[in-house]
């Protein structure tokens, strides 16, 4: 314990916070200009999460976006449940949080009766790229079985604990590098393994608007993987590429600002990313969850 206790990794550390920062906070800008690159040790790190300090990945030219993205060695997970399943001694049974994670902390939103909590993961050495950092938050949130869409942007940021009211357990483990890797590639077999079988039965059919959303009423937005998520995306594509199909995708898909748009300009009629995905994956999807054609 006493190595990696000594180690320093490589974070961002943002001012104490005493709560979160609401939405349109005129705010925003100086908190995004205001993480500094740190090499901490680990009772460093907890410390200054004790303390109510947020961090992030690494960046360059002090301004925290994706573009300025210089390294990352910490992987978060939150757990949100509001039950026992995010409360800090039902997280320290779990096999993978007690045998890699560095600490577990709740978070500012946590009360006695609703807990909440965050499991933090440093690696053994840093990933210099942002697309291979989104991969490994990614894999890391696959195999808890979330879905969490925010981890996507390799600029995000997590709140430290509240002060005067954080509870924490510091483990002081490591996560390996090539563990990760290794979870990036089971991730990215499985989920190509999911996307033929969508390719294979699920196939295209004519359908109206009226009939698209009747299916999309039987489809939680934040009830499917991620990948399904996408897919139901790029099935409404498939059969209305215009305005209307858009609003019907934005209407249903609870995504973060702007991102429906931006997901929707990627799509092509010939074929996406993970293959080609007709409306009858849509409808696949629905039928599973109850919907009647």
């Not at 053994?124 to 879905?147: C, K, M």
């Not at 033929?196 to 499917?224: C, F, M, S």
């Not at 609003?247 to 748009?261: N, P, R």
Request: proline share 6%.
């Amino acid at each position: 314990m006493s190595e990696v206790a000594d180690r320093a990794y490589c974070v961002a550390l943002g001012p104490s916070l005493n709560a979160k920062i609401p939405y349109g906070d005129p705010y925003w800008p100086t908190f995004n200009a205001s993480f500094e690159n740190k090499s901490l040790s680990q009772p460093e790190l907890a410390n200054a999460i004790y303390e109510g300090h947020p961090i992030t990945t690494w960046h360059r030219n002090h301004w925290r976006h994706s573009k300025n993205y210089e390294l990352g060695q910490h992987l978060g997970i939150d757990f949100d449940t509001e039950d026992g399943r995010s409360s800090l001694p039902q997280l320290m049974k779990d096999p993978f949080i007690s045998r890699h994670a560095a600490l577990v902390y709740t978070t500012p939103s946590h009360t006695p009766d609703k807990p909440r909590a965050r499991a933090v993961f440093l690696l053994d050495a840093p990933i210099r790229q942002p697309q291979n950092y989104v991969l490994a938050a990614t894999a890391l949130l696959w195999i808890f079985g979330s879905a969490d869409r925010q981890c996507k942007d390799a600029a995000r940021f997590f709140y430290g604990g509240k002060p005067g009211a954080c509870e924490m357990e510091w483990l002081a483990h490591e996560l390996p590098l090539s563990l990760v890797k290794d979870l990036i590639k089971r991730y990215q077999e499985t989920g190509n393994h999911e996307r033929k079988h969508l390719d294979r039965n699920y196939q295209p059919t004519n359908a109206d608007e009226r009939e698209v959303v009747a299916a999309l009423q039987h489809v939680k937005a934040w009830g499917i993987s991620y990948d399904e998520w996408l897919s139901v995306l790029m099935a409404i594509h498939s059969e209305f590429p215009g305005a209307n199909g858009e609003s019907i995708a934005e209407s249903w898909a609870d995504g973060k600002k702007g991102e429906i748009a931006q997901k929707w300009r990627s799509f092509n009629q010939d074929g996406n990313v993970s293959g080609r995905v007709g409306i009858g994956t849509l409808f696949q999807i629905a039928q599973d969850n109850g919907w009647q054609r």
